[in-house]
């Protein structure tokens, strides 16, 4: 069964921080200005916001990948 995870693309991402400011518990700027996706697996109930972080990244560094 796949699964729905969003991923960031780190040669595009300039840790702007916005997908963070939509949901925290999702993604997570570290003090180096390192973008860490703390849950990448896309669930109902961030379902959302995750495709509200990949509408506004500036850099569209941020995508849904399917898994096995």
């Not at 960031?8 to 860490?36: K, Q, R, S, T, W």
């Amino acid at each position: 069964m796949s699964k729905r995870q969003v991923v960031v693309d780190y040669g595009l991402c300039e840790a702007n921080a916005i997908c963070m400011g939509i949901n925290p518990e999702v993604f997570h700027l570290d003090d180096e200005d390192h973008l860490h996706i703390l849950k990448p697996d896309i669930t109902p109930e961030t379902e959302h916001d995750v495709a509200e972080a990949i509408r506004r990244c500036p850099r569209q560094a941020l995508s849904i990948v399917e898994t096995d």
